[in-house]
Each structure stands twice: as structure tokens, then as C-alpha cells.
């Protein structure tokens, strides 16, 4: 399996391992992404071994959230039989899970739990019927970082060689 896979490229409930390869991917990236974030504006940690141990905290339970919900939705499918949204909500759950014992809190991990259970059964649901979660961007603005591409003056220039005719 490589690093390529994509999470539908199989049926749901066949090969767990390239699932969780495409799910822990996305969750190693915003993971990594949020840790730096965090380190360099609120926490400022001094030394190496506080700033791995900074990203560590955080980039663990989001590759375990990826994680739980792939295993759960998984086993969800193979213990149910059918493949439907409710698989979602169960690995959903499970990822909730996770990140109340992350925050050490019931509350949160069932709020999180049901926040990403809505989340995944959109999703399900868009991959069942065609459409798409998040549509990719098609019209981009005007932005000014080569501005020689683009015209911003307010009137059109005059052709050139013209005279008034006198």
C-alpha cells in the first residue's frame, strides 16, 4: 500500500490498512500543522525536548482520532453488514471518544462525538449520492502577487496611432 491511498479507492469494509494510511495522513499533516502553530504563537516552550514533547501532545490524539474512527467505522461495516451512515457515526464516536480522554472530559468527547458524527454522515451521504462536501474552489480572485498578469486601472487604454484628424 502506498502513501498515495485514498480512503474510497476501496469498498467500505475492505483494507483497513489503506484506510487508516489515508486517513493518519491528513491527520499527521494537520496535526503537525496545528502543533506549530501552537508552539510558535501560544505556548513557546524553551529547548527541543519541550517543543517535541508540544507536538507530541497534539499530533498524537489527532492521528488516534483518525485512527478510531477508521477502526470504528471499520468494524462498524463488518459487524453490522450494511454500509450506511450509521457506520460513520459509530467510528465517530469512537474518535469523540478519544479526544474527551485527550481533554479529559466526558462532556467534551461527547460533544466532540456528535459534532463529528453529523460531520460523517454529510460525508457519507455526498459520497453515496454524487455531490461533494467541500467543492473544490473553481474561480479564484484577482490577487495581486504577479500583478503584470492582471489589469487594474479603471479605464481601458486607447488603440494606438490615432489622430484627431485636423
Known sequence: MS???NYYDKPEGDDLFG????TNKYALAGGLGWSTVEVMM???PKGYLPTIARYVYF???FVGMASAFT???YAANKLRGRDDGWNYVAGAFAAGGVYGAWKRNV????VAGLI???AGALKKQSVDEGWEFFPEVKHHAVSSINPNRYDFTLTQERERGWTTGK
Open 71 to 73: 477502526v470504528g467505522a
Open 3 to 5: 502513501l498515495k491511498a
Open 42 to 44: 501560544v505556548s513557546k
Open 107 to 110: 462532556v467534551s468527547g461527547l
Open 59 to 61: 499530533t498524537g490524539p
Open 19 to 22: 484506510k487508516m494510511i489515508a
Open 116 to 118: 463529528f458524527s453529523v
